[in-house]
């Protein structure tokens, strides 16, 4: 079990970086000169600005060398020359060209605001997918069951942003119910953390639930008409305790495997909450920092966010798997 | 009266020999779907000694390796799956591999379909040895060897007609210009004894029996040699288990194929195959014609199998007879018993059975047995009949005294002119 | 409390009749709505077993064989499900029964043993925590109560080193000792009735030799009622004292099994004897299939379900056959039921069956 979880970190740690170095290969060798834009960013563009930005961007220098020099800054701290010559420290992902702020610092400062959404509107469409997908699938064939069908379609045949806008037209703008919808630390103020959280929660997870719903739903019916299902039955259990203990346990199996990759995809890619609730959060700096000039420092960082939450999603959900099945645990 | 009872109409059509050219349709479609009745009853399946053999597996080897689980999958251990197989199957005849799960009689069939290329050994088909051949050099091979599969609902696609299942071996194989191909599948449908009109229906619209009918008309698209029929039948009901053994019997002797016969069925091998292999834990413990093994079984193995088989008969005798109980189970073939592999379950297993390996000795004219101590039921002998073959004691410590005999331990396919008689304990001859 | 009674043979009959059955089938139809329609799964069957009694139950797949046993611990979805008739287990009525009628005799006075032990077990809980939970199901015990008493039934059932194999997962055990873990589930309540619906099937015969076994030493233990469902006439021969042959949802042959199986007196019957070869039969001869595939359950023909693919029913005079459904009567004695026109079912047996199934036993006879 050990050397599985070891392998698999391996693997995890070479996709991140060969992702990172493929970033760079872009950036360097892209169509466009990525020096240009900032040079026109602040007054007129000399030839002689020009020239230094080229160097200070180490553009002059091989796409290997600044590799190089971006992964040691992770282990140690760095110079960073940009118009004035800034201290980075280890881990050191950089200077952003726009705010000349450490892309570390703001990393970690957006981070919260981002995982609260995400993780509030997963556990939201995870929860009651899964029960409403259970209920479905114990009253199959009712009018329940088919009213339960039709509303997951309605629902997800609405566009997620839709939702999000009409969401916050009504409740923010016209009742003024959940008016502020920025972040607010968790530690500060609780309450008022989650107040201004309701929206996009409520957004996230409404929209996804539906879909998850379907799944569980159909996972369930599969799950019940297992024989060990029958077998549970046959001893006498409880309804309740077949339906949980004996057919939930065995349906959330694949449940659990689409929930990793949605969550990882869900985590890299709030940019339509962040945008929509206007809420500080790694998505909205992602957008930002693909506007020209592209803000090098910024995209590669968000980038690397997002590939790290993939693997470790992928890897939490193959542990998960291991503790569910022991066939997996023991083989 | 008697026509009805053998299922068989009146003047049922024949089929010409040799190229499968159905000479009349019948006409009732009811009576193709009941039985093969174009098909004419068969002469029983005898064994034929004087054919040639067709296959011959030799020393047919098949480890799957067993990873480590840690950081390096290193290979830590080898599933010995077939462990040194060797046997023949005659031209036109068939031979029957028999033996619990795990036995590796069906990692042996799908060794000779080259579904699995083989560890170490020899496969002569036709005196061409596959096991040595890639993939490409397999096609024209492939034409001559079939498979028919367990389960009938599984091995067939569903979003394929009947038409398009039967008719793709004759298009990859470009056996028949592309306007005969239909004609050709219907001539097939017609003679598993399916109606050849429903060609263009869907595998779900089919019985269980008839999808293994659709399955065998696949596998007799290209005119086989040889057939390895990997459990045809026991995926079905009784009642139609006994329709597809009488087709597969007169589909062998209408079109000479051969037939590797792999099932758990002791009664329905016996029906079918007039030679039997009986493997054990990768090994085949014994082999012989059909009188041999089931009416002198000399395997205490084979003894027990057979032994085991509930019988219909006992309800007129009352209550339940005597039979050899094994304990325990299949060990693993990971690692398995040292010496003899059914030693550990064996009730007259002694101290020699854990050292020495007992060769596959020949005992009779066509029967070979790997047993230190083979006999009749109950009569064992007391002391080893191969210690003095092995070059040892009794108890199997080494015996300056013997001298090993390399003629009668060459483990070959096929059989001797010579052999060890077990009664007068002499070599005997034909 | 085990009363000995021998269980095979025709003498435990005689034992039986001093007791009232314990499971009682009396008219029982399963009908199942479908798109395609009605599903008529299961019609008018009756049957009863006494403790201490095996009877057998053969047919094949569509014959309402597992249908009418499964009905009887209720674990038909009502909703899709019309279910009539009476069955009672121990004198109390299960048609109908509420849910928590239902969960006290399931697993408690009935229990079941399935065909295929791997599906049949929860791969993701041990096997222990499996039969403790059929235990505590039924008893107000401790976990810790319920573990000692799974580990005391798998070493009942003959699992070595039943108290470390105990935590074992379900694949961890071998066809044969996955079969056993499955029967000392059904057995942790002592239960009077076991349903045993294809339990060696999915079996080799040396497994399935010591699984018979195991069940009759039980049997003779626990002096339960057995319902043995089945294909394979070999099993019944082996353990059953009476069987009830089904075919397209109905009985179709009743009695005890040493007059049904040297006497049949049904030609659906015939040709189960007929169409599997035995280890001892002539090869030379060709297998006797039965004709044709099963009725459909959708639209059973009118007449004998058998009638289509019946090679004897040019015996029986007019269209009777195709037209009445001939009733479950007695034949050769009163106990021997079958549903057939036939009028002289013997002389077609020893004239056209025997010669097929076994020369010798003609001549015996």
Known sequence: MLGYIVRRLVSAALVVVLTSMFLFLLFFKGPSDPARPLCDLNGKCTPEKLAILTEDLGLNDSVVHQYGIWAKGLVSDREIKFGATFTCEAPCLGISYRTRGEVRKELVEKLPATLSIAVGGATIYLVTGVLLGTIAARKRGTNMDRGLVAVSVFISAIPYYVVALLLWIFFSLQWKWFEDTSYHPLTEDPLAWAWALVLPWFAIGLTSSTAYARYSRGQMIEALGEDFVRTATAKGVSERAVVIRHALRAAIVPIITIFGLDFAFLLSGTVFTEQIFQIDGIGRWAIQSLRSPVDFPVVAATVLFAAIIVVVANLIVDILYSVIDPRVRLS | MSEVTHGLPDGAAEIELGDGLIDELADEAELLDADSSVLKPHAPTELDPSRPAILEADGLRMYFPVKSSGILRRTVAHVQAVDGVSFQVPAGGSLGLVGESGCGKSTTGRLITRLEKPTSGAIRFEGEDLAKLSKREMKPVRREVQMIFQDPYSSLNPRHTVGTIVGTPLQVHDVVPKKQVLSRVQELLEVVGLNPEHYNRYPNEFSGGQRQRIGIARALALQPKLLVADEPVSALDVSIQAQVINLLQDIQREFDVAFLFIAHDLAVVRHFCPEIAVMYLGKIVEIGDRESIYSAPRHPYTQALLSAVPDVRQASTGGRRERIRLEGDVPSPIDPPSGCRFRTRCPIAQEICAKHEPPLLQIGRRHKVACHFPGRLGQAPTEPLTARLLGVDAHGNPDAGASPSAEILEQRPGYADTWFDLDNKTFARA | ?365
Request: hydrophobic content about 35%; proline content about 8%.
């Open chain 3, 1 to 365: 409390m085990s009363i000995p009674t021998t269980s095979t043979g025709v003498s435990s009959s005689n034992d039986g009749d001093q007791q009232e059955p314990f499971l009682v089938v009396d008219g029982l139809t399963v009908r199942f709505p479908t798109h395609d329609g009605l599903v008529q799964a299961v019609t008018d069957l009756s049957y009863s077993v006494r403790r201490g009694e095996t009877l057998g139950i053969v047919g094949e797949s569509g014959s309402g064989k597992s249908v009418s046993s499964m009905a009887v611990l209720g674990l038909h979805n009502p909703r899709q499900t019309r279910l009539n008739g009476s069955i009672t287990v121990g004198g109390v009525e299960v048609v109908g029964a509420s849910q928590h009628t239902l969960r006290s005799i399931r697993g408690n006075d009935v229990a079941m043993i399935f065909q295929d032990p791997l599906t049949a077990l929860h791969p993701f809980y041990s096997i222990g925590s499996q039969i403790a939970e059929a235990y505590r199901v039924h008893h107000d015990v401790s976990k810790k109560q319920a573990r000692e008493r799974a580990i005391e039934m798998l070493a009942r059932v003959g699992i070595p080193q039943p108290s470390r194999r105990v935590d074992d997962y379900p694949h961890q055990f071998s066809g044969g000792m996955r079969q056993r873990a499955m029967i000392a589930m059904a057995l942790v309540n002592d239960p009077k009735l076991l349903i045993a619906d294809e339990p060696t099937t999915a079996l080799d015969v040396t497994v399935q030799a010591q699984i018979l076994d195991l069940l009759q030493d039980l049997q003779r233990e626990y002096n339960s009622a057995i319902v043995m469902i089945t294909h394979d006439l070999g099993v019944i021969a082996e353990i059953a004292d009476e069987v009830l042959v089904m075919y397209g949802g109905r009985a179709v042959e009743k009695g005890s099994t040493s007059e049904v199986l040297t006497h049949p007196e049904m030609p659906y019957t015939w040709g189960l004897l007929s169409s599997v070869p035995d280890v001892t039969a002539d090869t030379t001869t060709r297998l006797l299939p039965i004709p044709g595939t099963p009725p459909s359950l959708l639209s059973p023909p009118p007449g004998c379900a058998f009638e289509p693919r019946c090679i004897h029913a040019t015996a029986v005079p007019g269209d009777l056959c195709a037209t009445t459904l001939p009733l479950l009567a007695p034949g050769r004695s009163a106990h021997h039921l079958k549903r057939c026109h036939l009028p002289d079912p013997d002389a077609i047996y020893e004239q056209f069956v025997i010669p097929e199934v076994a020369p010798e036993a003609g001549e015996t006879r």
